[in-house]
């Protein structure tokens, strides 16, 4: 049942079909997590014209299944993109003035059980990894800076008989750039700076990796259990036998992130964005549901 | 009759290898285009001094496949290539992909040499397993048309060797000097060169009157490394081939031993170079790093995070003294890479009929008013000697004007915050062909993905910066890089040159007039540099200038500045214009009188660079002008700027004739304030 009776619900549309939010089954042995996630967005400064607003959503994977769309969009028309890698709602109308919507979903997750196996290069990447490969104005991964810092600091840890080229870079990354909150976000700027945001030391693990020739992509998502009104974290994903593994060069952490952790856009894509309004904010609010009955995905 | 044919051959075949190549050299035909592999460092090193001057060749590296479909972009080129048995068959297959037959197998590097050089007077063989040798040995070689015979061992040299050939001299390197009992017959004269500088000092006595012009240096350890193995110093022979220029190797990678080995290697061969050409990148070539000079006087910390400025070898700029060479550094991420962008600046092919518009892109994100305006002023100054301008400012710089800019012009600027010109935001690039010459005139410019991107599609040189700067004092640089060319005509090497030495001394007079913000004047001329080689000429074609330039002129003693009476059309940007005198200078300074819609007027400078045989200093004409000169020892220029207080001389109405006597440096100028402001001439 969709539980505000006057809200568009596309959990109907997803139970009848769309594979946007239709899960994998987690793991039965492993404890899972249920929690409530509700966005309260803000639109405002628009001047009577027509306005879009994209608002990413979470793809489902092995560890994490969403359930149970639910929004007031209150005149905005919603439609659903279900692109696999970037799932998002798009909000259109025409607005003057502010306006206040809300989203809200049931996320179900668990802790990465698989160990993370050996990260190696790759010479000749499949055309839908190139991507993770190449440079990007956030991820400047030809940059002579980067070459000199991973020539600098990570190919000593190199030296081994069974050298591990991810986790000597990893621990490059996390010895010479200190986490300061007042550090920078720009890939370059913390390398010359040695000073990052969580979300620099991030973008600039990624660029690392995509350097030396190691598919990779940068997380943003929710951590449920924060109070703070974004509730932003950033991890960053690498690619192995076939599959995309969590590592946190800010939080140092390899594979098991904490299950709280709740995967949002990748590659610095925005959580949110709109166009034909001055601005978008939001609030991210959780509940856990472990205890309450789950959300239920079918229609009524 | 075959004798003398012979003759003939081995004169056109030295001609080739010896013979400067004109940047802008143009040819009707593609040139066939020869492929090696790039990790075979004798092969490679053999077909780029024996080939490499007279048609393309591309060191292959099998993980860039498409970097021959780049080169090859709008030509037929027709293709050969060349293998070893040791070629793995990865790379031996995708050579016959492209070229559409199987490649020449060479078994045996003696007979390649023979097959490159038919009719050599000189031959120099060194060892295939010393790497520092095989390219002191190749450059030389290069650099004179003697043949370069590489062997295994040294008991691999024999009559065989040399069979077939007449030479006057066999050069031994020292890894094959213990050969020197059997060369005796070889040749008419064996050479045994223990020491690298045995091969300047030989090839100082060939060019005999005509001493290089430029230096290269390179260094061979830039082939290990894990994530950035550049093996640049591969393509330094062919440099040296082309410029006639001797080699120095340097197994130090930080700057100050680079400056020291050299200099000293330049002073013990009576070498005085009007070019050093860097090759190698930023980890085999360390530039200085020189402290923020805003931060060290207490300013704020630069955008970006920089508290170092790397600043370029053989500048002495951070020593507050003129950059005296004309310097470049020829860099890509990869040998492969290199290749291409040397084949391109040797073996261009373009069009005659139709010379293509600079393109200049400035303040796209509209915050920049100050440099805006100097700017527009350098387009009316490339206007005024009629070289085709497209400009665009501020909301007219659209990603869809960036996209038509890189594939439209021969010579990009861009002024203004940095920016990806190639990248797409999602990641991708987003343009098949890059112009010759790009100057990204933007904070940190040299440090991003963009510069070896651009070179990878087809640029051969790009002028950028290492550090933030301020916007007046980069479009500045901007302005004297362009007078230096057009009006000037000088090459980038040397443009780039006299550009930075315009700031450095606009960085003195500011800080002997007590401006407050001189360093962030001198930050930008430590942070520019250029990448390419030096005596890059981007073909500009400028003609006889419409209205009149300012004029500086060596006589008697004196340098004589002349200032015409007509201006270039006003430049105006936000609160700011300039109606300077052609070939006058900006710099961001700016005078408190307004024109009638109350935009503050930008002063006009006068800056000039003179060959001057012995070290001096310009004096100024009257008490109402402030000089500076610098000195340029080793080059032998002298370069002065000079700043005129109109308020001072009403009379002269911004124009006139002035004579700036010359005294020896460290001299005393005359008390010009006993004499009074001259009349206008």
Redesign the interface.
């Known amino acids: 049942m969709c539980r505000r009776s006057r809200a568009v619900s596309i959990g109907c549309l997803i139970a009848a079909g769309l594979p946007l939010l239709a899960a994998p089954t987690l793991a039965a042995a492993a404890k899972v997590q249920r929690w409530e996630v509700s966005f309260a967005v803000r639109i405002s400064g628009a001047n009577g014209g027509p306005i879009s607003v994209r608002l990413a959503l979470p793809v489902s994977t092995d560890t994490q299944r969403v359930t149970g769309l639910d929004m007031q969009t209150r005149g905005l028309t919603p439609r659903l993109v279900t692109d696999a890698a970037n799932p998002h709602l798009l909000l259109r109308g025409k607005l003057k003035g502010s306006r206040r919507i809300s989203v809200s979903y049931e996320v179900a997750s668990q802790r990465e059980r698989d160990a993370v196996p050996r990260i190696e290069p790759i ?1 000749s990447p499949t055309a839908n990894l190139l ?1 993770y490969l ?4 956030i ?7 980067v ?2 810092f ?2 600098t600091y ?2 000593p840890k ?1 030296g081994g008989t069974e050298p591990h080229l991810m986790r000597a870079i990893l621990e490059a990354t996390r010895e010479q750039i200190v986490h300061r909150s007042d550090g ?1 976000s ?1 890939v ?3 390398i ?2 040695r ?1 990052a945001q969580r979300i620099g030391l991030e973008r600039t693990f990624t660029t690392f990796l995509r ?2 020739r190691i598919p990779a992509r940068m997380v943003e998502g929710i951590d449920v259990k924060h109070t703070t009104k974004h509730k932003r974290v950033f991890w960053t994903e690498v690619w192995a036998q076939n599959r995309w593994w969590p590592v946190s060069a800010s939080r140092g952490l390899v594979g098991k992130l904490p299950a709280t952790y709740v995967a949002l856009t990748r ?1 610095g894509e925005p959580i949110l964005s709109v166009e034909g309004a001055e601005k978008a904010t939001y609030v991210v609010e959780t509940r856990h549901l472990d205890d309450a009955p789950a959300r239920t995905a079918a229609p009524p | 009759m075959t004798k003398a044919r012979t003759i003939l051959a081995a004169c056109l075949a030295a001609a080739l290898l010896v013979a400067p190549r004109p940047a802008s050299a143009r040819r009707a035909k593609p040139k066939p285009v020869r492929l090696v592999p790039a990790d075979d460092v004798a092969l490679s090193t053999l077909f780029l001094i024996g080939e490499g001057s007279g048609h393309p060749v591309l060191l292959f590296d099998p ?1 860039d496949r498409d970097a021959v479909d780049r080169f090859t972009e709008d030509r037929k080129s027709a293709f050969s290539c060349a293998v070893r048995e040791q070629t793995g068959k990865a790379t031996r297959g995708l050579l016959r992909e492209i070229t559409g037959a199987d490649c020449d197998t060479v078994d045996d590097l003696t007979a390649l040499a023979h097959k490159l050089w038919p009719a050599p007077k000189a031959a120099v063989v060194t060892s295939t397993d010393d790497y520092p040798w095989l390219l002191h040995a190749a450059a030389f070689a290069g650099a004179t048309g003697s043949a370069l015979l590489l062997v295994a061992a040294p008991a691999a040299l024999s009559p065989h060797s040399v069979e077939g050939w007449n030479l006057e001299t066999l050069y031994l390197a020292a890894p094959v000097a213990t050969a020197a009992p059997q060369a005796g017959g070889l040749a008419a004269h064996v050479i045994t060169v223990e020491q690298p500088d045995a091969f300047t000092t030989e090839l100082r006595r060939h060019l005999g009157l005509t001493p290089p012009s430029a230096v290269v240096i390179a260094n061979p350890k830039d082939r290990g ?4 193995p550049s093996s640049l110093s591969l393509l330094a022979p062919l440099l040296c081939a082309t410029h006639r220029a001797p080699l120095f190797l340097t197994d130090d990678s930080a700057a100050d031993a680079i400056e020291r080995g050299a200099s000293a290697w330049m002073e013990r061969n009576g070498l005085q170079p009007k070019y050093v050409i860097l090759v190698g ?3 085999a070539l360390r530039s200085h790093l020189v402290p923020d000079p805003v931060l060290q006087a207490g300013g704020p ?1 630069a955008r ?4 170092q400025v790397r600043v370029e070898i053989f500048s002495q700029i951070q020593r507050e003294q003129p950059q005296d060479y004309a310097v470049g550094r020829v860099v890509a ?1 990869d040998a492969a890479q290199a290749s291409a962008t040397l084949a391109r600046q040797l073996h261009r092919h373009r069009g005659t009929a139709h010379r293509r518009p600079v393109v200049v892109l400035s303040n796209a994100d509209q915050v920049f008013s100050l440099g805006e305006t100097i700017s527009r002023a350098t387009v009316s100054e490339l206007r005024n000697v009629a070289v085709p301008v497209r400009a665009y400012f501020r909301g007219e710089v659209t990603p869809e004007a960036i996209q038509q800019a890189l594939q439209s012009t021969d010579l990009l600027i861009w002024e203004g915050h940095a ?2 010109l190639t ?7 987003s343009t098949d062909r890059t112009p010759e010459t790009v100057v990204l005139q933007g904070c ?1 410019t ?4 963009d510069p ?2 651009l070179m990878q599609h087809g640029t051969e040189a790009i002028v950028a910066t290492s550090a933030a700067i301020y916007s007046s004092s980069g479009s500045a640089f901007a302005h004297a890089l362009i007078d230096s060319l057009v009006y000037g005509h000088n090459d980038l090497g040397t443009a780039v040159r006299d550009a930075r030495n315009y700031l450095l001394a606009l960085t003195q007079l500011k800080r002997n007039r007590e401006h407050a913000e001189w360093n962030k004047t001198y930050r930008a001329a430590l942070a520019f540099a250029l990448w390419g080689d030096p005596t890059l000429r981007p073909d500009l074609a400028a003609k006889k200038p419409v209205l009149a330039p300012v004029k500086w002129k060596l006589d008697d003693g004196e340098l004589n500045l002349t200032i015409p009476q007509r201006p270039l059309p006003a430049s105006a940007a936000g609160p700011y214009y300039a109606d300077p005198v052609p070939r006058a200078m900006l710099g961001g300074l700016v005078l408190h009188e307004t024109d009638a819609e109350k935009r503050r007027r930008l002063k006009a400078l006068f800056f000039a660079t003179q060959p001057q045989p012995t070290p001096s200093t310009a004096c100024a004409p009257s008490a109402a002008w402030d000089v500076v000169s610098l000195y340029a020892p080793l080059t032998r220029t002298l370069s002065v700027l000079a700043r005129p207080e109109w308020d001072r001389m009403p009379a002269a109405g911004e124009r006139g004739t002035f004579s700036f006597p010359l005294v020896p440096q460290g001299g005393t100028c005359r008390d010009v304030e006993l004499h009074g402001p001259p009349a206008p001439g």
Do not use: H
């Open positions: 010479q991507a190449t440079p990007s104005p991820f400047q991964s030809r940059s002579i800076l070459r000199d991973l020539e990570a190919a190199l920078k720009l370059l700027d913390v010359r700076s000073r350097c030396a590659d | 993980r490394g894990i994530f950035s990148d930023e980890l910390e970006g995070g920089g508290t991420e920016r990806d990248l797409e935001e999602r990641g991708g690039i940190y040299l440090d991003r993905s070896f991107i």
